[in-house]
């Protein structure tokens, strides 16, 4: 079956750096928009920044320029690299595939940025 495991959360202060890590399994990972997510409390589930097979990005306004997504074919992963981290990006971290209209989430990783 699919699996979506996410990897790398914590706690880190402002300004401070994270890399999250998605490893997947039980898909054609190659095929598949991959996409990162985040939801705090008391919000709705957002999207943060989304990979396409060919590699084209896009990201929220919000992290644009702070963050970087990628991913590793070979190693059927994709990661999200968070720089400047500040408060209001604190949140649940979900990995997201879709192919086909059929779409996979992950667990979550929490990700807590605070001094």
């Known amino acids: 079956q699919v699996r979506l495991v996410e990897s790398g959360g914590g706690l880190v202060q402002p300004g401070g750096s994270l890399r999250l890590s998605c490893a997947a399994s039980g898909m054609a990972f190659s095929i598949n928009v991959m996409g990162w997510y985040r939801q705090s409390p008391g919000k709705q589930r957002e999207l943060v920044a989304r990979?396409?097979?060919?590699?084209?990005?896009n990201y929220a306004d919000s992290v644009k320029g702070r963050f970087t997504i990628s991913r590793d074919n070979a190693k059927n992963t994709v990661y999200l690299q968070m720089n400047s981290l500040n408060p209001e990006d604190t949140a649940v971290y979900y990995c997201?595939?879709?192919?086909?209209?059929?779409?996979?989430w992950g667990q979550g990783t929490q990700v807590t940025v605070s001094s």
């Open positions: 997201n595939s879709l192919s086909f209209n059929t779409g996979y």
């Open positions: 990979i396409s097979v060919t590699g084209g990005t």
